[in-house]
């Protein structure tokens, strides 16, 4: 186990390397420059002045190794935009509402998919399998920000029960976690209520019912568990969709996290912001298909690792 | 002896959108305590279905039992609710399943599978059901069970699993025990074992076993009696020895004609032409009789009744009629009939 971790690690590590160098290039690519777009206030003296202070007149390669060793050591340079604040303090500042969207809307999202794609399930051609049928289909199918804007306009605005935006307390979470979570849950339920299907009609939930065992501890001790594998399987590419559509997410209900920050950083070349939150993307990511795999032992025994064997 | 298990008039009828196949059509027989009883028949004919209907696992809401009694030591099965069927399930019938590869739950200790009827049935504490699943695995010839009770069924072999599963249905000291094919996934060498378990558990616990097959060999090592099934009918009923060496139905020639033994081996094999019938629209008269190359006009015409040969020997054909002309079985059939009982019982 140990090993295999470690393995993973390093190869985690060449991940990361490999996205961080990729994104770099590709940003230097993209048209612009920080200091050329202030409505001619800027000489081209200030500009060059400027440029040579971030070393941005520095040939790439050199640049680039300079913001690998910065990196290494921690260092992931200063914002152009805000103050010359350190791109750390800036991230810090704004992850804890993306990441507390992020879990809330997982989490939920995916617990109330697994319940729904059971029910579906177990109810099998009634009209409560063909709802949550329809569910899913919406909910995979519409756009977050379409869901936003609705529960906007009807719970906040017609119905007055929670506020239309900003990020003040609990209540506040309550329409963007909905908004977000709906995708989640969809694809959940589709996949749950596949497997169980599939489970249910297996020869050891038969034998489990030959043993003269409940049917409610059918469903949750011997299908349910089974019926979970491929479903945490989806958990990963999910995850990820939950971090992009929290871009979106964020803008419309003016919640001041990550993502709002990220797309502001795009639009102004602020190159140290933009490879900051790509490697914070690109780090939750590879450490959330390390959690997906590692649960997948926990979940079933057939693939858990063996101490000392390879 | 005392019987254990009557059933009368069985039917099982499944609705599906071409119409509603009756796969069992009228199903009689009993067992008595301590007796194998094997059913035989292609694939198709209603034996399993009819185990299925004993255990109250017909698969609802598509499946029914339209008439028929299952008096288990007297009280009638098909009555009862599924929450009394839950009680019956496991703790007075059990069932052993063919597939020893996929009737395991994969993400479950053996152990915790073999407990879960000791805890649900005879309430026992997790420490006296944990003491009696190790006797269980001792007692199917599990080697270690110390070590094995912690063990998922993939780290089992297919003969081990499957006296798992034997282990899982004798838990609660069943009187009946349902075998469906037990041997059908298993290699030859494991097949014999599995089946000398089979015996040597229903010696020392006195349990009554129902034991369906296609295998013929198997029946005459370890079965009383035999049933022989025909869309969805008891064609013929018998002991072993009355329908090995005195078959009276001709669907049972054909199945003894069609079994290969050590001494036919450079003999053809004799095939039964056509196909099963269509249980959908079962046909008029005798369900054999369009591929039965002995029927009578009245085959087409009527079903026979069950003509007794002696008191345990049963076959429904209309050859057995005063009246019908004296058919003896074909000579391959004859030389099979003691090839294929003699082998059999010298495996035991």
Redesign the interface.
Known sequence: MRKYLFQRIIYMLITLFIIVTATFFLMKMMPGSPFNNLGGKMTDEQRVLLEAKYGLDQPLPVQYFKYMTGMVQGDFGVSFQYNNRPVTDIILDRIGPSAHLGAQALIIGSILGVILGMIAAIKHNTWIDYGSNIIAVLGISIPSFVFAGLLQYYLAVKLQLFPVSFWEGPIYTVLPTIALMIFPMAICARFMRTEMLEVLG???I??????????SSIMF??AM??ALIPVVTVLGPMTVSLMTGTLVIEQIFAIPGIGEQFVLSISTSDYPVIMGTTILFAVLFVVVILIVDLLYGL????IRLQGGKN | METILDVKNLHVTFDTYGGSVQAVRGVNFSLKKGETLAIVGESGSGKSVTTKAL?G?VAKPSGRIPQGEILFNGKDLVQLS?KE???????EM??I???PM???????KIGKQIM??LI??QKLSKQAATKRALELLELVGIPEPQKRINQ?P?QFSGGMRQRV?IA??LACNPQVLIADEPTTALDVTIQAQIIELMKDIQAKMGTSIIFITHDLGVVANIADRVAVMYAGKIVEVGTVDEVFYNPKHPYTWGLLGSMPTVDSADEKLVAIPGTPPDLIHPPKGDAFAARNEYALAVDFEEEPPLFKVSDTHYAATWLLHEDAPKIEPPQAVKRRMKGIAAEGREQS
Do not use: C, W
């Open positions: 297996s020869d050891y038969e034998l489990a019912r030959a043993k003269g065992v409940k049917n001790r011997h568990r089974n979940i079933d025994p057939r | 255990m696992l599924d069927m839950q009680k019956v399930r496991g703790k059990s069932m399943f063919q597939d996929t009737s395991l739950n994969p993400t479950m879960e009827g649900l049935h998922y993939h599963v899982i249905a």
